[in-house]
Protein backbone atom coordinates (compact mmCIF):
# COMPACT_ATOMS: atom_id res chain seq x y z
CA UNK A 1 0.00 0.00 0.00
CA UNK A 2 1.13 3.70 -0.82
CA UNK A 3 -0.06 6.86 0.45
CA UNK A 4 -0.58 9.87 -1.53
CA UNK A 5 -1.78 13.49 -1.29
CA UNK A 6 -4.01 15.83 -4.07
CA UNK A 7 -4.36 19.20 -4.12
CA UNK A 8 -7.14 21.06 -5.71
CA UNK A 9 -8.63 24.86 -5.15
CA UNK A 10 -11.78 24.65 -3.09
CA UNK A 11 -12.98 26.85 -6.20
CA UNK A 12 -12.24 24.60 -7.98
CA UNK A 13 -13.48 21.67 -6.45
CA UNK A 14 -13.98 21.43 -3.14
CA UNK A 15 -14.34 18.34 -0.18
CA UNK A 16 -17.67 19.10 -0.07
CA UNK A 17 -18.24 18.76 -3.70
CA UNK A 18 -16.62 15.30 -3.97
CA UNK A 19 -18.33 14.21 -0.39
CA UNK A 20 -21.65 14.97 -2.65
CA UNK A 21 -20.96 13.61 -6.05
CA UNK A 22 -19.34 10.14 -4.03
CA UNK A 23 -16.97 9.76 -6.45
CA UNK A 24 -14.41 11.65 -8.45
CA UNK A 25 -12.20 11.14 -11.75
CA UNK A 26 -9.02 12.77 -10.94
CA UNK A 27 -8.49 14.12 -14.44
CA UNK A 28 -6.79 17.25 -15.56
CA UNK A 29 -3.46 16.68 -14.40
CA UNK A 30 -0.85 17.88 -16.75
CA UNK A 31 2.37 17.65 -15.08
CA UNK A 32 4.55 14.45 -15.40
CA UNK A 33 5.61 13.89 -12.14
CA UNK A 34 2.11 14.15 -11.17
CA UNK A 35 0.96 11.69 -13.65
CA UNK A 36 3.53 8.96 -12.93
CA UNK A 37 1.90 9.59 -8.98
CA UNK A 38 -1.26 8.86 -10.57
CA UNK A 39 -0.18 5.81 -12.24
CA UNK A 40 1.59 4.17 -9.67
CA UNK A 41 -2.16 4.40 -7.46
CA UNK A 42 -3.61 1.61 -6.83
CA UNK A 43 -6.89 0.54 -5.81
CA UNK A 44 -7.69 0.66 -1.97
CA UNK A 45 -4.46 3.37 -1.45
CA UNK A 46 -5.30 6.17 0.99
CA UNK A 47 -5.40 9.64 -0.33
CA UNK A 48 -5.64 13.01 1.59
CA UNK A 49 -7.51 15.64 -0.16
CA UNK A 50 -5.82 19.14 0.09
CA UNK A 51 -7.14 22.86 -0.56
CA UNK A 52 -4.95 24.50 -1.91
CA UNK A 53 -4.24 28.28 -2.80
CA UNK A 54 -7.17 29.77 -0.17
CA UNK A 55 -8.01 27.95 2.98
CA UNK A 56 -4.54 25.63 2.63
CA UNK A 57 -5.23 22.53 4.62
CA UNK A 58 -5.34 18.83 4.33
CA UNK A 59 -9.01 18.59 5.01
CA UNK A 60 -10.43 14.72 4.63
CA UNK A 61 -9.18 11.23 3.52
CA UNK A 62 -10.37 9.46 0.03
CA UNK A 63 -9.02 6.23 -1.64
CA UNK A 64 -8.43 4.90 -5.02
CA UNK A 65 -11.34 2.41 -6.58
CA UNK A 66 -9.77 2.49 -9.95
CA UNK A 67 -6.13 2.18 -10.62
CA UNK A 68 -5.05 4.81 -13.56
CA UNK A 69 -6.84 4.19 -17.07
CA UNK A 70 -6.27 6.71 -20.44
CA UNK A 71 -7.95 10.57 -19.33
CA UNK A 72 -11.05 10.49 -21.32
CA UNK A 73 -10.98 14.65 -21.39
CA UNK A 74 -7.40 13.71 -23.50
CA UNK A 75 -8.86 10.77 -26.12
CA UNK A 76 -6.45 11.70 -28.63
CA UNK A 77 -3.22 11.80 -26.25
CA UNK A 78 -2.57 8.60 -24.61
CA UNK A 79 0.38 10.11 -22.26
CA UNK A 80 -2.59 11.13 -19.43
CA UNK A 81 -4.37 8.92 -16.80
CA UNK A 82 -6.81 9.53 -13.96
CA UNK A 83 -7.74 7.07 -11.61
CA UNK A 84 -11.31 7.34 -9.42
CA UNK A 85 -11.34 8.30 -5.62
CA UNK A 86 -13.99 8.35 -2.86
CA UNK A 87 -14.17 10.44 0.28
CA UNK A 88 -13.64 8.01 3.40
CA UNK A 89 -14.09 10.99 5.86
CA UNK A 90 -13.79 14.50 6.42
CA UNK A 91 -10.99 15.74 9.16
CA UNK A 92 -12.61 16.94 12.16
CA UNK A 93 -9.91 19.45 12.40
CA UNK A 94 -8.07 20.23 8.82
CA UNK A 95 -4.37 20.53 8.95
CA UNK A 96 -3.34 23.67 7.73
CA UNK A 97 -0.12 24.66 5.65
CA UNK A 98 1.02 26.31 8.99
CA UNK A 99 0.79 23.37 11.04
CA UNK A 100 1.95 21.45 8.52
CA UNK A 101 5.18 23.81 8.36
CA UNK A 102 5.69 23.63 12.04
CA UNK A 103 6.24 19.65 12.70
CA UNK A 104 9.86 18.76 12.70
CA UNK A 105 8.58 15.23 11.15
CA UNK A 106 7.08 16.73 8.12
CA UNK A 107 10.01 18.67 6.94
CA UNK A 108 10.55 16.64 4.40
CA UNK A 109 6.95 16.22 3.01
CA UNK A 110 6.97 16.36 -1.00
CA UNK A 111 4.27 19.07 -0.38
CA UNK A 112 6.63 21.31 1.39
CA UNK A 113 9.10 20.79 -0.52
CA UNK A 114 6.78 20.80 -3.98
CA UNK A 115 4.46 23.17 -3.46
CA UNK A 116 3.53 23.23 -6.89
CA UNK A 117 3.05 19.87 -7.85
CA UNK A 118 -0.73 18.44 -7.54
CA UNK A 119 -0.47 14.88 -7.14
CA UNK A 120 2.31 13.39 -4.73
CA UNK A 121 3.60 10.58 -2.55
CA UNK A 122 3.50 10.45 1.32
CA UNK A 123 5.73 8.43 3.45
CA UNK A 124 3.91 6.31 5.91
CA UNK A 125 5.03 8.08 8.79
CA UNK A 126 4.08 11.47 7.57
CA UNK A 127 1.00 10.10 6.53
CA UNK A 128 -0.21 8.53 9.81
CA UNK A 129 1.41 11.89 11.80
CA UNK A 130 -1.24 13.88 9.56
CA UNK A 131 -4.43 11.87 10.98
CA UNK A 132 -3.06 12.25 14.60
CA UNK A 133 -3.15 15.87 13.70
CA UNK A 134 -6.02 15.88 12.42
CA UNK A 135 -8.32 14.36 15.03
CA UNK A 136 -6.64 15.88 17.80
CA UNK A 137 -8.26 18.12 20.07
CA UNK A 138 -7.50 21.91 18.72
CA UNK A 139 -5.75 24.19 21.45
Known sequence: MKYWLV???????????FVSEKK????????????NNLSAMEVGD???????VKNQAVVGLAKVVRDAYPDPTVPDDPRWVVVELVPVMAFDN??????????P???????????????????????ELIL???HAPVA
Open 132 to 134: ALA
Open 7 to 17: KSEPDAYSWSR
Open 94 to 103: PVTLARLKSE
Open 46 to 52: PVLFYHS
Open 24 to 35: ATWDGVRNYQAR
Open 105 to 127: LLQNMALLRQSRLSVMPVRPDEF
